[in-house]
Nanobody, 125 residues
């Protein structure tokens, strides 16, 4: 499985941005997908995840109500919509995939076997 993350860029505080994670080699409907972010000097942190079985997505408390994860099986892509962004949302965003994710461990980077290269989101006026 190969993952391609895209959609990052410069956005003003309060603005919106949509990130895409496109998979090849496997359909996203058969994968659990997680979005993580990593800012300078910090560890990679879970942002949001969607399980292949279709259960309700999971969000970190810092983004719940502002970010939305969704899946488009026809485009083999998982999106992360960022609304109401804040300067602290600035980070490199990575998508990750697993075909055997234990949902209770969805927030752990080690739970995912496949990673994209990351896309930079900068929130600044």
């Amino acid at each position: 499985v190969q993952l391609q993350a895209s959609g990052g860029g410069l956005v003003q505080p309060g603005g919106s941005l949509r990130l895409s994670c496109t998979a090849s080699g496997r359909t996203v409907s058969g994968l659990s997908i997680g979005w993580f972010r990593q800012s300078a000097g910090n560890e990679r942190k879970f942002v949001a995840g969607v399980r292949r079985g279709g259960e309700a997505p999971r969000y970190d408390d810092s983004v719940r109500g502002r970010f939305t994860i969704s899946r488009d099986n026809a485009k083999n892509t998982v999106y992360l919509l960022l609304n109401g962004v804040k300067p602290e949302d600035t980070a490199v965003y990575h998508c990750a995939a697993s075909n055997s994710l234990i949902w209770s461990a969805a927030s752990a980077p080690a739970s995912y076997s496949f990673w994209g290269q990351g896309t930079l989101v900068t929130v600044s006026s």
